[in-house]
């Protein structure tokens, strides 16, 4: 699953955990804020969409959490199922204010949504992990200048989830 978000400015994360603060506004960046960003690492390779006619076929729903562990053959206690609950919670958990979320099960599905948020042809971009991190890791960070203004009209940012 692959969760992508269309994002106004706004700062509300009230309703969010802690595991999940990982978006943030321009307003969010104030020199000398410190800033807890949850970085999660799961596997050491990250999940793949499945096809749509495949995707269409599986209920996506933490109400089917029970169904999808005996389907894809996860015990209840594995870190696999925790994964997939977290995953499942945070597709159901609802927008953040000025946010579009959208959880996407399929490529097809994904790039669909990017198109209707975007409303003309876009160029993809992906980022990767340099560095090996193992665990879930709540870290502080420190704006330490003024951020510089990246002109980008609309924007849609998509992140893999387990």
């Known amino acids: 699953s692959s969760s992508s ?9 009230s309703h969010m955990d802690h ?3 990982v978006f943030f506004t321009p307003n969010d960046l104030k020199v000398g804020k410190v800033m807890p960003i949850y970085f999660r690492s799961d596997s050491s390779t990250p999940p793949h969409f499945l096809p749509r006619d495949e995707a269409k076929l ?7 959490l029970p169904f999808l562990l005996q389907l894809f053959g996860f015990s209840r206690d594995s ?10 919670r945070q597709c159901e958990l609802k927008p ?6 959208f959880c996407a099960t399929s490529l097809e599905s994904m790039l669909e949504f990017v198109e209707s948020m975007l409303m003309t042809e876009f160029r993809g971009l992906n980022t990767r992990q340099v560095t090996k991190i193992s665990g879930n890791h709540l870290q502080n960070y420190t704006i330490i200048e003024e951020p510089s203004d990246v002109f980008a009209p609309k924007m849609v940012a998509c992140h893999t989830m387990p």
Not at 96 to 101: D, L
């Open 19 to 21: 595991s999940v603060l």
């Open 96 to 101: 953040i204010e000025g946010e579009t979320k």
């Open 79 to 88: 870190p696999q199922a925790k994964a997939m609950e977290d995953t499942l």
């Open 5 to 13: 978000s269309s994002s106004s400015s706004s700062s509300s994360h």
């Open 58 to 64: 599986i209920p996506f729903s933490a109400l089917e």
